[in-house]
């Protein structure tokens, strides 16, 4: 199939004080469409008043035989640009591409280095217990699809730190093999589920793929016994198995200092 070549990029510049104030992408007539929409948008204002002050909006093509996909691209490059000064209301297609404006002051993984960093729970229990991940090498989660789908989440390479609930922050490790059902995983050659586990039932609903647990194999970086973890009065923690602490520069600061260890070292 051969793709339309006929997009544009186009732009809407006041005439009285020469601000780009509108991009676009479209094919055909569409860049003039917006001289005789109607509405209360911001866009519709503008060119209300450029045309009561006798003026016209000066309309500009700025980039030409584009595919859809690169017309949506390059439209998404120039509103994240100057996108607190236009008047578009949509962020623009590929808006997951770029990093929010409000995070040029730290380090964010995925942009400033490859992998993600990631709090992740370890939800002790009768399913799931922290001495057999940490000599065993591996985290789990599951017994229910949206946990499933959590740990799922992690890629390899992701560096995580893990939380035990009611102790503190206990390990620093890197996602190894990303999450497959217990019953699919080795370790050494061995079935997980014939290691000598101190927990006796993540063998629980094995067979079902929505209700098993699954498993990620992992490196420890630093780890400790529960008796040693980390405070985590006052820093990041939550209930869910897997979040980002993109957001969250105090805690990572402080789990740097006391797992000795350089966040953005470890995911580049």
Not at 32 to 61: F, M
Not at 68 to 77: F, G, N, P, R, V
Not at 104 to 112: C, T
Not at 171 to 199: F, S, T
Request: glycine residues 8%; proline residues 3%; positive net charge.
């Amino acid at each position: 199939m051969t793709l339309s070549m006929d997009y544009y990029v186009y732009v809407y510049i006041d005439p009285r004080n020469f601000e780009e104030f509108y991009y676009g992408k479209g094919k055909d007539s569409r860049k003039d469409a917006h001289l005789s929409a109607k509405g209360d948008s911001a866009k519709t204002r503008r060119i209300e008043a450029i045309l009561k002050s006798g003026s016209q909006p000066i309309v500009r093509v700025i980039a030409k035989g584009l595919t859809e996909a690169e017309a949506l691209l390059i439209e998404k490059t120039l509103l994240y640009k100057l996108g607190k000064s236009l008047t578009n209301i949509a962020t623009g297609h590929f808006a997951n591409k770029f990093r929010p404006h409000d995070t040029l002051h730290i380090d964010l993984p995925g942009f400033d280095f490859k992998s993600g960093i990631y709090y992740y729970n370890v939800g002790q229990g009768e399913h799931r217990q922290w001495e057999d991940y940490r000599k065993f090498n591996f985290i789990s989660a599951g017994q229910g699809r949206q946990w499933a789908r959590a740990i799922l989440g992690f890629n390899v390479g992701d560096i995580f730190t893990a939380y035990l609930k009611g102790k503190g922050y206990v390990g620093i490790g890197q996602i190894a093999e990303k999450a497959r059902p217990i019953r699919d995983v080795r370790i050494n050659g061995r079935p997980l589920i014939d290691l000598p586990l101190k927990c006796k039932k993540m063998n629980n609903n094995i067979h079902s793929d929505q209700k098993c647990e699954y498993v990620a194999l992992v490196k420890w970086i630093k780890s400790v016994p529960a008796s040693e973890a980390k405070s985590s009065k006052s820093y990041f923690m939550t209930a869910n198995v897997r979040a980002s602490l993109n957001n969250q520069p105090r805690t990572r600061a402080y789990l740097e200092k006391a797992f000795n260890v350089n966040f953005g070292e470890l995911a580049r």
